[in-house]
């Protein structure tokens, strides 16, 4: 608790709390320069023995990074748990990840594109990708980017789509939409579906997840979307990995009333996938 209170006083704004009741945080780190020329989004999930048993399960996202440059801070950060095994580390692990990015920034390195918005990064397929990783264990799961095209899609049985109870907090209204996929062609026939629906196309964001699991390769295909809510799309998609689900695409559509929620309208929109998650 002391050291969540010191991180959020430390980090102010660019602390946020996604989940509190399963220890969800994230912080937005920067290179602390005057024009900062890159960001990274550290997610960490606190298990009930961190720090004396367990290391925290982190997700790092900065699409712009290059597959190397996560591996190697991944290494590093692996490191600082190991040499501190018994200690609170997230500190370190961010001034560490602080430290990278500003050898990055003042290294001859081409300069990141930080101009993009999420949308137009989820659209690359290029190196964006997310890296789950928890210390001191092996296998990763792997993570497939899969672009559908036309000449793939083929006629498909729609889903069957439920919907969730709806969240209103503030003239906010968040409601849920799942249904279960094992194509991203249906993916896609799901979410032409649900757009057909004027209220859910009439939305502030329509932000969604998919994982699907190829038995063959032993891989997972899967996306996700913000709409303009950055972050959430991969937020979404880290509780979907959190709970172990497959096969299934979730889309939780906000509808803004006018009133800012901060940090709570990520809280919603989790709750909100995680109800209908387990219905």
């Known amino acids: 608790v002391d050291e969540i209170e010191a991180l959020s006083s430390i980090y102010g704004e660019d602390w946020c709390v996604v989940d509190e009741d399963e220890k969800i945080y994230c912080i937005k780190i920067n290179d602390c320069l005057d024009q900062p020329k890159g960001s990274l989004c550290l997610q960490v999930i606190l298990p009930p023995g961190y720090p004396a048993a367990e290391p925290p399960i982190y997700q790092l996202n900065a699409p712009w990074l290059r597959r190397q440059d996560y591996v190697e801070l991944a290494n590093s950060l692996e490191e600082i748990y190991v040499q501190n095994l018994g200690e609170s580390i997230l500190y370190l692990w961010v001034e560490k990840i602080r430290e990278v990015l500003i050898e990055k920034a003042q290294s001859s390195d081409p300069e990141p594109d930080i101009k993009k918005t999420s949308e137009e990064v989820d659209e690359d397929d290029g190196d964006d990708f997310l890296l789950d990783y928890q210390p001191v264990q092996e296998d990763p799961i792997k993570i497939v980017n899969y672009i559908t095209s ?17 969240i209103t907090d503030r003239r906010s209204t968040f409601q849920a939409h799942l249904a279960p996929v094992v194509t991203p062609r249906q993916v896609k ?28 390769k032993q891989t997972f295909l899967q996306d996700c979307e913000d709409d303009g809510e950055t972050a959430a ?30 940090p709570d309208r990520f809280k919603h929109i989790n709750n909100c996938a995680r109800n209908i998650l387990v219905e």
């Open 150 to 166: 036309d000449s793939q899609e083929v006629d498909e049985e729609l889903p069957s789509i439920h919907h969730g109870n709806p």
């Open 189 to 216: 026939r799901v979410l032409e579906k649900l757009y057909e629906n004027k209220k859910i196309a009439s939305a502030t964001h329509n932000i969604y997840a998919y994982r699907i699991y190829c038995e063959d």
């Open 233 to 262: 799309g991969g937020r979404l998609l880290h509780l979907m990995q959190i709970l172990n689900v497959h096969n299934v695409l979730v889309v939780v559509s906000r509808w803004y009333g006018g009133i800012l929620l901060g």
